[in-house]
């Protein structure tokens, strides 16, 4: 990672000058039927659509979503991990597509539809809507995980160890108190992840054997 000043960094999908934006988290969490119109399985969707933009630039990808017995989901995937920079200070500043506005798609009536036929809004929709969700990352460069409590950062970037791959593990338990706490339909998300034809997605259930 080139150190290089905050200023110059081009924003894409994310405001890279704004860690957290308490106000975007708050109007989530005060909306959550609107932006979360299908419940858990959206949120679902909304962790599987970056792993389908990476699969698609690539030409092919992996992942494998986990439904635990707790209520939480794990969403796995092999591409090349979440952006990390350093800055001209000498920091480690990682895209915060968790606490921010996803530039591309929130509050733009053009944005995507996902398979379940709502609009795709980005990542600190389930990072607002979940009490708690860790953020595990491994780049070529280095490799750490985060946690966030209602879309909040509780923790800096941990350090873990380098496995020799790289990717992205979401894991977050939705907020019962926000969202319906119905069981999600395994089957129905394999089939909504045929919308990425580059990414093969595999659906567990913890706990049962394949």
């Given at each position: 990672m080139d150190a290089t000043a905050r200023a110059a960094w081009t924003n894409t999908t994310h405001d890279w000058a704004a860690a957290v934006d308490t106000e975007h988290l708050a109007r989530i969490r005060a909306g959550a039927a609107e932006f979360a119109p299908g419940g858990v399985e959206h949120l679902v969707l909304e962790v599987l659509a970056h792993p389908g933009d990476e699969a698609?630039?690539?030409?092919?990808?992996?992942?494998?979503?986990?439904?635990?017995?707790?209520?939480?989901?794990?969403?796995?995937?092999?591409?090349?991990?979440?952006?990390?920079?350093?800055?001209?200070?000498?920091?480690?500043?990682?895209?915060?597509?968790?606490?921010?506005?996803?530039?591309?798609?929130?509050d733009r009536p053009e944005a995507e539809r996902l398979p379940d036929g709502h609009p795709r809004r980005g990542m600190s929709v389930v990072a607002a809507l979940s009490t708690w969700l860790v953020h595990t990352n491994r780049r070529l460069n280095g490799a750490w995980t985060q946690r966030y409590e209602h879309g909040l950062p509780v923790t800096g970037l941990d350090p873990v160890e380098p496995d020799g791959t790289t990717g992205t593990c979401v894991t977050f338990r939705p907020d019962p108190s926000l969202l319906p706490s119905s069981p999600l339909d395994a089957d129905r998300l394999t089939r909504w992840a045929r919308h990425w034809p580059a990414l093969e997605v595999r659906v567990e259930v913890a706990g049962r054997t394949p």
């Open positions: 698609a630039a690539r030409g092919a990808g992996r992942c494998v979503v986990t439904l635990h017995a707790d209520g939480s989901v794990s969403v796995r995937d092999d591409g090349r991990g979440t952006d990390t920079r350093v800055d001209e200070r000498g920091e480690v500043v990682k895209k915060p597509v968790m606490a921010t506005r996803d530039l591309r798609f929130f």
